[in-house]
């Protein structure tokens, strides 16, 4: 009896996300399965699609499991600058921040000032289409949006704290939570767990604030919770076999042992547990041997700990002094701290904060993500065009000022229309190519459909093969093929525990058809483009010829490396993937 099939996919190279050795294989789906994987050419007549994938790598599609397009699946869900880079799984409801039981202007408080979202586009929008309140309603108007991926989710924990204390008492660092408010906690995270929420998300750093005006500047609500109040959602995520997602204050590297005890579990079950984040930062060598040294113990001990890890260089853009890591310290605080342009301006001008300034730029001893090195930032756009193209070290220099002066000086000038760049940190190749081989790593943090004006690693999944290919090309590869796209598929859905990051027979037909003579480009670049249904433009990724085809439950999402123009607006691509470990 002939088969039928709803796509054919033709003589591509198959790797089928297990780490399995590839093959020249040909694929047949039918209902949004794999029906078919075979050595042999599949009968093609009466079939409406078939894709000739000679000299292309058949993969699973990729999983980015940690995003904040918690606003953009409400606005925009065919979240298609993922979708169009192999993404085909995102998670949100990451770093303590979901729109899951809050209100509507509570949610977008805690939300839009941390990931430089405006708070004039999130707030009208979760004012106008908020309806639900408890995990089961946002599990059901998730499952009703026309996706583009299939999304999982973690409760947010600064979320699930203002819903049940309300925005002002749950950034108190004097309250802490009763019994009837612990047990309606637990309530809730049972109830988020009962529906397939994959875990709970929490965040300690300090430097992630409130918007709008009742609780502006504070930190995360999150932040100000004692560790046995985590210690009692902690053990609900244990009894269910669920992740914890952390994210621990930079200014106290020793708080690290409070997440160590956790995962360790003691004398009980291991807590899954993953943090934010393994890096080599400029500023800070001690940083990433601490975090490998912390990783290592708590696995050999019994525990179950994962960093995340960007398998990038993590460059970001600033908009005159408005970048997140002037949070770290004091002087870059209070003029964040600042709404109005007029009142900042006339705090920068001002000497004495400028002496502040200059001290807390050069402490070296300090804790820090930012490197504190204006002359490793270079000037992007400006009003005064002779300043593009250089570093804030050399236009001192040549003005005969201090650079952090220099700088203010710039600021005042032309505000947010000063900008420019830096790189952070996972800027030594040979430093990266050892990290991403770390088993204890899983290869995510692109912080997809945040920091729009800052950052782009929506194609992070590209970014690692090249960096794998690069270290072939070399002569000296790091790990195999299969390996890598195993790291992007399979091991992070075992690790969660959904169903998705494989296409053997009887898989999910999430799929991407990629040209890999295409990774001759630069994929670090980017530019920018218009926002779906938001009025915005963002940073965003463009690699022509890379990813050809994406297939998600079946549908073809990316045809001829265009976006089906359903993508968003009909159901039946993506849908709600539940953690399927109890």
Known sequence: MTQHYDIILRNGLYFDGTGAPAAVRHLGIRDGRVACVSDTPLEEHGCPNVIDA????????????????????????????????????????SCSLSMVCSEAEDASDIFTRVETVPREKVLPLLRQRKTWSTPAEWVRFVRQQPLGPNVMSMLGHSDLRVATLGLVRATDPAVVPNEPEMQQMENVLKEALDEGFVGLSTMCLKWDKVDGDRAWSKSLPSTYARWRELRRLNRLLRERDRVHQGAPNAANPLQITQYFQQTLGLLGKPLRTTLITLMDLKGNATTRPLAKL????????????????????????????????????????????????????KLLKDEKYRRDFRKFYGEKLSPRVWQRDFGDALVLDCPDPTLIGRDFADIARERGVHVVDLFLDLVV??????????????????????????????????????????????????????????????????????????????????????????????????????????????????????????????LVNRNPGLVEHVLINGKQAVRNEALAPELGTVTGFGTFLPALRH
Not at 308 to 316: D, E, K, R, S, Y
């Open 294 to 345: 912390v990783s290592w113990a708590a696995n050999l001990l019994g525990g179950d700990f994962r960093w995340q890890l960007l398998a990038t260089p993590f460059t970001v853009y600033a908009d005159g002094i408005d970048v997140v890591f002037f949070e770290e310290f004091g002087a870059g605080e209070m003029a964040l701290d600042l709404k109005e342009q007029v009142q900042r301006n």
């Open 413 to 538: 000038e032309h505000g947010r229309k000063l900008r420019w760049y830096t790189t952070l940190g996972n800027h030594r190749r040979d430093v990266l190519q050892r990290m991403v081989t770390d088993e204890h790593t899983l290869i995510t943090f692109s912080d997809a459909g945040a920091h729009l004006r800052n950052m782009a690693f929506y194609n992070l999944p590209l970014r690692f093969l090249k960096l794998i290919l690069d270290s072939h090309a070399d002569g000296a590869p790091i790990m195999s093929l299969e390996k890598a796209i195993w790291r992007l598929t399979g091991e992070q859905a075992d690790w969660l525990g959904v169903e998705a990051g494989r296409i053997r027979e009887g898989d999910r037909a999430d799929i991407v058809v990629i040209n890999p003579e295409a990774f001759d480009q630069d994929l670090t670049a980017v530019s920018w483009a218009d926002m779906e249904n938001f009025g915005l433009q963002r």
């Open 54 to 93: 000679t000299g292309r790598w058949i993969t699973p599609g990729f999983i980015d499991m940690h995003t904040h397009y918690d606003a953009e699946i409400i606005a925009a869900p065919s979240l298609s600058e993922s979708v169009r880079h192999g993404v085909t799984t995102v998670m949100v409801g």
